[in-house]
């Protein structure tokens, strides 16, 4: 069999463009999954380009500056890049309601305002899902696949609503080292708020699929971006903590960062806790496993950010 060179096989050379979904143009001060999605698309393959790459897809925290890097969960999706007009189009909210701002400046996402716009929209269309005569099969079946992070983050997201946004080692003990009593209730309690955000990953999963298939139809491939470590205050730390190097208390022993280097001669502290690799092992490296089976679902290619902590890293 004769190899192939990369001058005879085309495919083994890419271009693209990198942009993360914040920064497309939208009405309701954050890029979305809606109109700008699509013409962005068509740009891409206009230009002849065939990757497209984003950021983590992952719910920001503001208390840290609303960065991708800094998600509240490795496996949920941002509900700030729903679709508003893709609501309406579902008959979820009413149309003529898309009435955005005029007051927002342009060129510039505004985390804070944007989540004030769409959290109307969001309950109105969670309204109008849960009064339907019929259960939808796919919300129970999306529940069901993904049940191994959603419901996690469906409760820490109620909690951290509850809490006015504190971090999860603030909570009252019983939830913050998670019992099995103070657990149960706070289901019970936030069971609305649970399915509403459930929900919200719902149909962001569904927005996301309709851009992946613009893509494809395209000939655009999307490349994911999968950040090697988590933040301290994300559903993932909060859940499992066994995993992670933590005290009693839930506070980092030791946090990640890099040495000095040519690029800061004072190093980098990131704060982010490092993991407990002897623990991973034992368990089969089975929360990465999981964690990577779910990014090759959500992109065509993943892109581990600062991968080279996987072998080696700076305590």
Same mark, same amino acid.
């Given at each position: 069999?004769?190899?192939?060179?990369?001058?005879?096989?085309?495919?083994?050379?890419?271009?693209?463009?990198?942009?993360?979904?914040?920064?497309?143009?939208?009405?309701?001060?954050?890029?979305?999954?809606?109109?700008?999605?699509?013409?962005?698309?068509?740009?891409?393959?206009?230009?002849?380009?065939?990757?497209?790459?984003?950021?983590?897809?992952?719910?920001?925290?503001?208390?840290?500056?609303?960065?991708?890097?800094?998600?509240?969960?490795?496996?949920?999706?941002?509900?700030?890049? !729903?679709?508003?007009?893709?609501?309406?189009?579902?008959?979820?909210? %009413?149309?003529?309601?898309?009435?955005?701002?005029?007051?927002?400046?342009?060129?510039?996402?505004?985390?804070?305002?944007?989540? =004030?716009?769409?959290?109307?929209?969001?309950?109105?269309?969670?309204?109008?899902?849960?009064?339907?005569? %019929?259960?939808?099969?796919?919300?129970?079946?999306?529940?069901?696949?993904?049940?191994?992070?959603?419901?996690?983050?469906?409760? $820490?997201?109620?909690?951290?609503?509850?809490?006015?946004?504190?971090?999860?080692?603030?909570?009252?003990?019983?939830?913050?080292?998670?019992?099995?009593?103070?657990?149960?209730?706070?289901?019970?309690?936030?069971?609305?708020? !649970?399915?509403?955000?459930?929900?919200?990953?719902?149909?962001?999963?569904?927005?996301?699929?309709?851009?992946?298939?613009?893509?494809?139809?395209?000939?655009?491939? !999307?490349?994911?971006?999968?950040?090697?470590?988590?933040?301290?205050?994300?559903?993932?730390?909060?859940?499992?903590?066994?995993?992670?190097?933590?005290?009693?208390?839930?506070?980092?022993?030791?946090?990640?960062?890099?040495?000095?280097?040519?690029?800061?001669?004072?190093?980098?502290?990131?704060?982010?806790?490092?993991?407990?690799?002897?623990?991973?092992?034992?368990?089969?490296?089975?929360?990465?496993?999981?964690?990577?089976?779910?990014? $090759?679902?959500? $992109?065509?290619?993943?892109? !581990?950010? =600062? $991968?080279?902590?996987?072998?080696?890293?700076?305590?």
């Amino acid at each position: 069999m004769k190899s192939q060179t990369h001058s005879e096989n085309k495919n083994l050379r890419q271009s693209g463009v990198l942009l993360h979904i914040s920064s497309l143009p939208s009405p309701w001060g954050v890029g979305d999954f809606g109109p700008g999605a699509e013409r962005f698309a068509d740009f891409l393959a206009a230009a002849g380009q065939t990757l497209w790459q984003v950021l983590p897809l992952s719910p920001t925290d503001p208390g840290q500056g609303s960065s991708p890097y800094s998600g509240l969960s490795a496996s949920a999706g941002n509900e700030l890049f !729903i679709s508003p007009e893709i609501l309406a189009e579902e008959g979820l909210i %009413e149309r003529f309601a898309l009435e955005p701002p005029s007051d927002l400046p342009p060129g510039r996402a505004d985390y804070a305002r944007s989540a =004030h716009l769409r959290e109307p929209f969001f309950r109105k269309a969670f309204a109008a899902f849960s009064s339907k005569n %019929e259960p939808d099969p796919g919300f129970a079946s999306f529940c069901r696949d993904n049940a191994w992070w959603l419901e996690d983050f469906a409760l $820490f997201a109620s909690l951290k609503k509850e809490f006015e946004g504190s971090p999860w080692y603030e909570w009252p003990a019983p939830l913050r080292d998670r019992k099995d009593a103070a657990l149960e209730e706070a289901r019970k309690d936030l069971a609305r708020e !649970i399915a509403y955000r459930s929900f919200l990953q719902y149909v962001f999963s569904g927005q996301w699929e309709r851009v992946r298939g613009l893509c494809a139809g395209r000939g655009i491939a !999307i490349m994911g971006d999968l950040p090697v470590y988590v933040s301290l205050d994300s559903a993932d730390v909060w859940a499992n903590r066994r995993l992670f190097d933590l005290d009693e208390s839930g506070s980092p022993r030791n946090v990640a960062g890099v040495p000095p280097d040519y690029f800061s001669p004072w190093g980098q502290m990131w704060g982010n806790p490092l993991y407990n690799w002897d623990t991973l092992e034992r368990e089969g490296f089975g929360w990465w496993v999981r964690r990577l089976e779910h990014a $090759f679902s959500l $992109f065509d290619l993943v892109r !581990i950010d =600062h $991968f080279r902590g996987l072998v080696k890293f700076w305590s």
